[in-house]
């Protein structure tokens, strides 16, 4: 059974660069779709992006001026960087694993999530 | 992008109930179509992918349809812990979205 860890500062100022990596335990980075997931206080889910194992990646429109996401298969994580960060940046970010089929060409689902981690931009 | 609408945004139902959340998507999905459960402080956990398929673990009392744009959660002799807050998610489009929620509550 997989289980992923979020880490990194739950507090960052403005037009400051967000950091949180996630650690994939009992499991390797395989062929999933690393993905990470935000959910502001009190809102539903936002879809950040993913990386595929092979390198490929794919991001939210809306955030993909400022987001990047990488994989480091040495140390078994992946991590997300969003730069500029404002108030409304402010959530609980979760990783996740993105499953996926063969026989169904596309379609993606998340089977495992980490506990989230909160960050709040203020100064 | 693709919209995904919950219906409805809440639901009281009572232990015992059967109830149904309906996500439509604002064009064709195909079966592109999983269901979440999100309870209070803790991440979502997969309860149903590719429209119809139970995922490992959950409980046999939910169960999902549909395809195209309309599709339905039942989730049959409620259980107390599955009040909850319920999310679809599409991945036709390259751009994953996710509905508002249902959240639906003890009555």
């Known amino acids: 059974q997989v289980q992923l860890q979020e880490s990194g500062p739950g507090l960052v100022k403005p037009s400051e660069t967000l950091s949180l990596s996630c650690s994939v335990s009992?499991?390797?980075?395989?062929?999933?779709?690393w993905s990470w997931i935000r959910q502001p206080p009190g809102k539903g889910l936002e879809w950040i992006g993913y990386m595929y194992y092979s390198g490929t990646t794919n991001y939210n429109p809306s955030l993909k001026s400022r987001v990047t996401i990488s994989i480091d298969t040495s140390k078994n994580q992946f991590s997300l960087k969003v730069t500029s960060v404002t108030a409304a940046d402010t959530a609980v970010y979760y990783c996740?694993?993105?499953?996926?089929?063969?026989?169904?060409?596309?379609?993606?689902?998340?089977?495992?999530w980490g506990q989230g981690a909160l960050v709040t931009v203020s100064s | 992008d693709i919209q995904m609408t919950q219906s409805p945004s809440s639901l009281s139902a009572s232990v015992g109930d059967r109830v149904t959340i309906t996500c439509r998507a604002s064009?064709?999905?195909?079966?592109?179509l999983n269901w979440y459960q999100q309870k209070a402080g803790k991440a979502p956990n997969l309860l149903i992918y590719?429209?119809?398929r139970l995922q490992s673990g959950v409980p046999s009392r939910f169960s999902g349809s549909g395809s195209g744009t309309d599709f339905t959660l039942t989730i049959s002799n409620l259980q107390p812990e599955d009040f909850a807050t319920y999310y679809c998610?599409?991945?036709?489009?390259?751009?994953?979205?996710f509905g508002q929620g249902t959240r639906l509550e003890i009555k």
């Open positions: 998610q599409q991945s036709y489009s390259t751009v994953i979205t």
């Open positions: 009992d499991g390797s980075i395989g062929s999933y779709y």
């Open positions: 590719v429209a119809s």
């Open positions: 996740a694993r993105g499953g996926w089929s063969g026989s169904n060409y596309g379609a993606i689902w998340f089977d495992s």
């Open positions: 064009q064709s999905i195909g079966s592109y």
